[in-house]
């Protein structure tokens, strides 16, 4: 089992212990005449890949770790791996994905990523932990933030996000500009 593969979103190929998904998920409107920001640009990779995450965490309470990345074309497309074991622990998941992007990176496929995965964390002006999801996002020009969503579910059962803050990552992912 692919470990994104809750949704039909992911389709994994066979080449090999680590897999990446080959569908676009989305493609930019009018491309060539868009000339966007780094920042403009992982936010619209986010904002592809954060549906499915709530979506998932809305119908089971979970969800596992998945990643995304903006081709140099600026589609965007899944990413999952797997090695064989159909739970691995969440950290193994996140270094076989960063190993995904950083190979990618090295050899000029990718504009952006993103790796979305759940924390708990204390936001700002909190002083409690909270459940949040972990969007740590990277661009081909250095620039690297972590986005936490805290989120709760509602009595319905529905992930409702609060606002979200941003700290920066460590830009090792294209490495340094």
Same mark, same amino acid.
């Given at each position: 089992m692919v470990f994104a593969a809750a949704t039909s979103a992911v389709a994994a190929d066979a080449r090999g212990p680590t897999r990446e998904s080959g569908s676009p998920a989305r493609r930019p409107k009018n491309q060539d005449?868009?000339?966007?920001?780094?920042?403009e640009e992982c936010e619209d990779l986010m904002n592809a890949l954060l549906p499915m995450v709530k979506k998932l965490l809305s119908e089971h309470g979970e969800f596992c770790t998945v990643g995304g990345t903006m081709q140099t074309? *600026?589609?965007?497309?899944?990413?999952?791996?797997? %090695? *064989? %074991?159909?739970?691995?622990?969440?950290?193994?998941?996140? %270094?076989?994905?960063?190993?995904?992007?950083?190979? *990618?990176?090295?050899?000029?496929?990718?504009?952006?990523t993103a790796l979305i995965y759940d924390i708990r964390t204390i936001p700002p002006e909190a002083t409690e932990k909270t459940d949040a999801v972990a969007v740590r996002l990277d661009h081909v020009t250095g620039y690297s933030v972590v986005v936490a969503f805290p989120y709760q579910f509602s009595t319905t059962h529905e992930v409702v996000f609060a606002h979200p803050f941003v700290t920066k990552a460590g830009a090792d992912i294209f490495g340094k500009p």
């Amino acid at each position: 089992m692919v470990f994104a593969a809750a949704t039909s979103a992911v389709a994994a190929d066979a080449r090999g212990p680590t897999r990446e998904s080959g569908s676009p998920a989305r493609r930019p409107k009018n491309q060539d005449s868009m000339t966007k920001m780094p920042k403009e640009e992982c936010e619209d990779l986010m904002n592809a890949l954060l549906p499915m995450v709530k979506k998932l965490l809305s119908e089971h309470g979970e969800f596992c770790t998945v990643g995304g990345t903006m081709q140099t074309d *600026g589609s965007i497309a899944f990413v999952s791996t797997y %090695d *064989g %074991d159909e739970h691995p622990p969440s950290q193994k998941v996140i %270094d076989s994905l960063m190993e995904v992007f950083r190979a *990618g990176a090295k050899q000029k496929k990718y504009k952006a990523t993103a790796l979305i995965y759940d924390i708990r964390t204390i936001p700002p002006e909190a002083t409690e932990k909270t459940d949040a999801v972990a969007v740590r996002l990277d661009h081909v020009t250095g620039y690297s933030v972590v986005v936490a969503f805290p989120y709760q579910f509602s009595t319905t059962h529905e992930v409702v996000f609060a606002h979200p803050f941003v700290t920066k990552a460590g830009a090792d992912i294209f490495g340094k500009p």
